[in-house]
């Protein structure tokens, strides 16, 4: 029986293993099996892969898009250039890793936005979700900019984030996982009464449904959309990579 898996830690908000299930169920997939495998530590890897040899493709989530690197034999072009990973296929022995953030988040996006040209966005958080964005910005030739708790080099920290700033930057993209469930009260700290119309507020968090994030953008009309189209969609990616290699 073929398995695949879910690695992160916690994993208790994950929609991974209910969405597989379902996707097996609806698709009569037979002899597949979908497991989450929360890991306290990275080195956990290679342990729970050779104890299992029917596990062969794994997704992978907070905190370790970046950490297990180092723990792969080959890695996609795309993922490599991000530096961040969230599916790995073995094959043949062998692990590769790929980021299907990229594909989830980009169709979404564009769609997201439609006919609106948009040409600055921030970039709330710096971890693996965050660079995957930033790459799709780039392909769509939008300036986008880091915000992070801690001074960093050339980003903004949340201090930086006034009125008159928010107003130059239209885009504003949540990768932090603030306000998800059970912290559903914890949000970025923005100056919200900025935001206008002409904004559109993409939070890659999907539990809860509508963020305090969220919420505080449509409070002033703002556009707004989750996290789970993408989730979705790079489901779907992950799937297509673990079933035609």
Do not use: C
């Not at 969230?86 to 996006?109: A, M, Q, V, W």
């Not at 040209?117 to 910005?137: D, H, M, P, R, S």
């Amino acid at each position: 029986m073929p398995k695949l898996g879910l690695i992160g830690f916690p994993l208790s908000h994950s929609f991974s293993p209910s969405y597989f299930k379902e996707k097996f169920e609806k698709g009569k997939i037979l002899n597949w099996e979908y497991k989450a495998y929360p890991l306290e530590t990275i080195d956990d890897l290679n342990p729970l892969l050779k104890n299992d040899p029917q596990l062969i493709g794994l997704n992978v989530t907070i905190p370790y898009k970046e950490k297990v690197i180092p723990f792969l034999d080959d890695i996609d072009e795309a993922a490599a250039a991000i530096g961040a990973v969230n599916t790995i296929l073995k094959i043949k022995g062998k692990l590769k890793g790929f980021n299907t953030d990229i594909y989830g988040f980009k169709k979404s996006l564009v769609d997201f936005l439609g006919n609106k040209k948009v040409n600055k966005a921030l970039i709330l958080g710096t971890g693996g979700a965050a660079k995957a964005v930033e790459y799709v910005l780039q392909e769509l030739e939008i300036e986008s900019k880091f915000v992070s708790r801690n001074q960093k080099d050339s980003m903004f920290t949340y201090e930086d984030i006034d009125p008159q700033l928010i107003k130059k930057y239209p885009l504003i993209i949540n990768t932090t996982p603030l306000g998800t469930y059970p912290n559903v009260n914890d949000a970025p700290e923005l100056p919200y009464a900025a935001l206008t119309t002409q904004h559109f507020l993409y939070d890659l968090v999907y539990n809860p449904s509508k963020t305090l994030f969220l919420s505080k953008g449509e409070l002033q009309g703002t556009k707004t959309i989750n996290g789970l189209q993408m989730l979705h969609l790079q489901a779907e990616k992950a799937w297509e990579i673990w079933t035609t290699h």
